[in-house]
């Protein structure tokens, strides 16, 4: 080697005296000479990186005796494709006549095609980034607006489960193309490989399903269809071997021949460009994705196309037959354009991208938007009935409208426009029900007489306008032939169902219309769960066809469920559910409560059903206190406790809470009597029928009055056997386990100044339901709706002045120290804030009057007055004024300390001539159903002149 380009040495100096030791600087060119040269080979070759790509160049080229036909290329690092690349040639420079042959070795510095990745500052880079959020949001949006409409009956029977798996799997996959951006390395193709295959598999998964269960229950005879057992957890189970191949065949390939980074040159290309591609060492994986991928959509094309005639109302047959055709034409075209148009990388992530938005969203929406149109159009026919009819009742209220408001209460009580409610709620065991036990808990036809009223006069109406249904370990497996198993017994079987293939036209109708509503009952079955057609059957045959069911919710083994009379529902607006689960982590579902909010003229009813905590002991009691409190918090529905964080036992006209509240009887003046000791105590009282002296030991009255839960609600006092532990048989035969305690209960609470407009007419339980270790227990009520309630006329204007405000013993959520303020929030009257401009640019629209803010101050106290204005106008009695106290906080919204509510019409009551007057408040503020402090102040009611 005579030489490099790279001015790096191809010579080095070593002492003579001893060649294995370089010789200095200094010393070299000396007289007499002390060094001597040795001559460098290519292998010594590592001052810099030019010289150890000439270095490889030259070894690359050695084992093919330096070919000048031949081109290679050579890295900077071997182990990181991302590192620059060069080329490599060789020519043979000669000169004969002096006898000279030299090898020339040239590296050329090879460029990286830009095109074959996507990265920040590409004009594809805010494409992919746009189209793939886009097609997340509109996946996300379509199962948020199908999930929320899933109690309806359009939505209802379209398999909601399985269709929201696939929503939300679509919205996955969309998210899984920005894996399409970056450069290239061996993290993001594994990435890439692991992503799109697995989020595709658990999107077809659901899908396929969803088509086959659909083909099975309707699509098949009707025996067939009965005879096929697949619930919700079955159906599930099926949906499992396709991620797991799909996870098979990654892992195998991610050990054996992974997706990495590999560099691609094609060194015949007048200039080589360096391609780095996410490729296996072989085509294995491609292939076996490609024979995957195909039998998976060649199976969904087929169960599509084999529902496509199912009655459209259950299992979305047309829906599911343009989702499967559609991402089977998708993805064949997208491969047909990869394999058959030569262009860069970078154009075929573009081309995935679109082709898995359009998949995704197409199928998404023709699955989500079909059945929304539906369901409005079933809300706008419901809404239009029910204005009719509302319209036509609405003047006989008013009519039933009368001036004094105390002496009107007991009136309107008795007269029609009251609204009757029964409130219903039993522990089922998870045991199937007999529709004997039913009856003997749900009344027949709702009728009020087969009720014991309290005073044992009979209620005035002939049957309840609400029926309220609470179900806590409602859960179990059908083993009794139901309705639809026997009608298609009777078709297949019957003489008369044989000759109708043959026979009359009529016998042959009835046949097909028997077979067509079993298969439907199946469906409805395998899609719901059989236990909750079978409860939702035997409700609705006890009750009737006079009665309808305007809400059902089922969270885990709980159930709510609300009936109406269909002369009484056109007047029920507004039904909002929600709930939490207090389980283990506040996650299982278990335990917990469901929600249920109405507007029923004007009135805001509530209804909270819930499964607390069990066992006994002081631990558990605790658990039961905080699991109300949960659920409180964490339920929201009126549009007061969305926007202003006033939970439902505040922001509710009237409001019910029952359940298996789970507490005991907890004998706390002898502690050291043993378990047997207190069983046998409690024995004796209930035998003596002593039930004034049991309840004194009830946990919940105690909690109750002590204001460790459920402040200010009521419930009455416990006249009968306790509920629970019972054998599974008429009457009461307590199990000695546990001591007989009144777990399963009722408990109401009113708005101030509205206390009167409920009245409870019964409370028992039900002796003869004999398949749970619980007996249910039934309340009556009598609510006087708002609207019929008189308005008190105020004339010209007034000022409401609030004066010394002054707040104590504030604690924020976590119990430690708080930054408060007090804001004013009106309802059902029109106020304003005097002193605020018509137009403040300063104030969001909507916003309600705010003190000064006090911070770390739990005593806070507030020096200046605030002013309320009001005009001429009728103050109805449901007229509100939540005072709510908030913490401030920082970065996060602000939390609510408590809140007090005051009834504007008392408030505004004045003397004939009264101009003016005082009022001196000293009250508890409440926060999901505890106290939270207390609140004072002065308010001034002056009418203004002028």
């Not at 066992?615 to 918090?633: Q, T, V």
């Amino acid at each position: 080697m005579i030489g490099v380009s790279t001015e790096s040495e191809v010579i080095s100096w070593w002492l003579i005296e001893d060649d294995t030791v370089p010789c200095p600087d200094e010393s070299i060119g000396q007289t007499p000479r002390v060094c001597l040269t040795k001559q460098l080979t290519i292998m010594d070759f590592e001052a810099n990186m030019d010289d150890t790509i000439l270095r490889k160049a030259h070894t690359a080229f050695a084992p093919i005796s330096f070919d000048e036909e031949v081109t290679v290329a050579v890295r900077e690092d071997d182990d990181d494709v991302s590192t620059p690349s060069y080329i490599a040639t060789t020519v043979l420079y000669e000169l004969q006549n002096a006898n000279l042959k030299w090898r020339i070795l040239v590296t050329t510095p090879i460029e990286t095609d830009p095109d074959n990745t996507i990265v920040m500052g590409d004009s594809m880079f805010p494409f992919i980034i746009t189209i793939a959020i886009l097609g997340f949001v509109l996946c996300t949006a379509l199962f948020v607006a199908y999930y929320g409409r899933r109690n309806e009956q359009a939505v209802q029977f379209s398999d909601v489960q399985f269709t929201s798996a696939f929503l939300l799997a679509s919205a996955l996959l969309n998210l899984s193309t920005l894996t399409l951006l970056g450069d290239t390395d061996d993290d993001l193709c594994l990435m890439r490989m692991w992503v799109f295959f697995m989020f595709s598999s658990m999107m077809l998964s659901p899908l396929f399903v969803k088509a086959y269960r659909t083909y099975k229950l309707l699509g098949s005879s009707v025996a067939s269809a009965m005879s096929v057992k697949m619930d919700n957890f079955q159906a599930w189970i099926r949906t499992l071997p396709i991620p797991a191949i799909q996870l098979f065949i990654l892992v195998i390939f991610t050990f054996a021949d992974p997706w990495v980074g590999r560099e691609d040159i094609d060194l015949n290309d007048a200039i080589p460009k360096k391609d780095i591609l996410c490729r296996s060492q072989t085509e294995g994986l491609m292939y076996a994705q490609a024979i995957w991928n195909s039998l998976l959509l060649s199976i969904g094309c087929i169960l599509a196309y084999v529902t496509r005639n199912i009655d459209p109302r259950f299992g979305d047959a047309k829906a599911l037959l343009f989702a499967m055709y559609n991402i089977a034409f998708t993805t064949l075209m997208i491969a047909l354009v990869m394999g058959t148009i030569d262009t860069h990388e970078s154009g075929k992530h573009v081309l995935q991208a679109i082709g898995v938005f359009w998949g995704t969203v197409f199928s998404s929406a023709a699955f989500v938007l079909p059945r929304l149109i539906q369901a409005r159009k079933e809300r706008r026919r419901l809404k239009k009935h029910n204005s009719r009819l509302r319209n036509s009742l609405e003047e006989k209220r008013k009519a039933n409208r009368i001036s004094s408001h105390v002496s009107s209460v007991t009136y309107l009580h008795d007269q029609d426009d009251a609204l009757k409610i029964l409130v219903c709620t039993g522990n089922i065991g998870n045991a199937e029900p007999t529709l004997t036990s039913m009856m003997s808990w749900i009344p027949e036809h709702g009728e009020c007489s087969r009720v014991t009223s309290i005073n044992g006069d009979a209620i005035d109406t002939d049957q309840f306008d609400l029926i309220v249904i609470g179900m806590q370990e409602a859960k179990w497996v059908v083993k009794r032939p139901d309705n639809a198993e026997e009608a298609a017994e009777a078709v297949t079987r019957s003489p008369q169902g044989r000759r109708g293939r043959r026979g009359s036209f009529f016998s042959s109708t009835l046949m097909h219309l028997q077979e067509e509503r079993a298969k439907q009952d199946a469906f409805l079955s395998a899609v719901e769960g059989a236990d909750v057609v079978q409860i939702r059957r035997q409700i609705q045959q006890i009750l009737g066809d006079a009665y309808t069911n305007i809400s059902q919710e089922q969270r885990g083994q709980m159930r709510l469920t609300i009936w109406a009379l269909k002369d009484v529902a056109p007047g029920i607006r507004d039904i909002k559910v929600s709930g939490a689960n207090t389980g283990v982590g506040n996650v299982l579902s278990n335990k917990g409560g469901i929600v249920t909010s109405m507007v029923f003229h004007d009135t805001r009813l509530t209804f909270l059903s819930a499964h607390l905590a069990a066992h006994e002991g002081d631990r558990y009691y605790n658990a039961r206190c905080s699991n109300m409190y949960d659920i409180l918090k964490s339920s929201k529905t009126f549009e007061l406790c969305h926007r202003h964080s006033i939970d439902s036992s505040i922001s509710s006209h009237h409001m019910f809470v029952l359940g298996d509240l789970n507490f005991r009887t907890k004998f706390s003046d002898n502690s050291t009597a043993t378990h047997s000791e207190k069983f046998e105590r409690a024995c004796k009282m209930i035998e003596e029928r002593d039930w004034k002296a049991l309840y004194r030991f009830d946990e919940l009255h105690k909690g109750v009055r002590l204001g460790e839960l459920l402040v200010d609600f009521d419930t009455l006092p416990c006249d009968f056997n306790p509920t629970f532990k019972v054998e599974r048989t008429h009457g009461y035969d307590y199990k000695d386990q546990r001591i007989p305690s009144y777990t399963d209960r009722i408990l109401f609470k009113s708005a101030p100044g509205l206390r009167n407009n409920l009245r409870p007419l019964c409370y028992e339980p039900c002796e003869d339901f004999i398949t749970s270790d619980h007996k249910p227990l039934r309340g009556a009520f009598s609510i006087v709706p708002n609207d019929m309630m008189a308005n008190t006329t105020i004339e010209g204007r007034y000022r409401l002045e609030f004066k010394e405000l002054e707040c104590s013993e504030l604690l924020d959520g976590e119990g430690g120290s708080c930054n408060p303020f007090v804001r004013f929030i009106w309802d059902s009257i029109g106020m304003k804030e005097e002193g605020m401009a018509k137009l403040d640019f300063w104030r969001r629209r909507h916003e309600f009057p705010t003190t000064s803010t006090k911070y770390k101050n739990p005593n806070p106290r507030w020096k200046r007055s605030y002013s309320l204005l009001t005009t001429t106008q009728e103050v109805r009695g449901d007229a509100t004024l939540f005072i709510c106290v908030y913490d401030q906080n920082v970065g996060t919204s602000n939390s609510i300390l408590g809140s007090l509510s005051l009834n504007l019409q008392n408030v505004f009551k004045c003397k004939p001539g009264q101009a003016m007057k005082e009022m001196y408040y000293d009250k508890p503020l409440q926060r999901y159903g505890k106290p939270a402090g207390y609140i004072r102040f002065k308010i001034e009611l002056s009418k203004l002149v002028g």
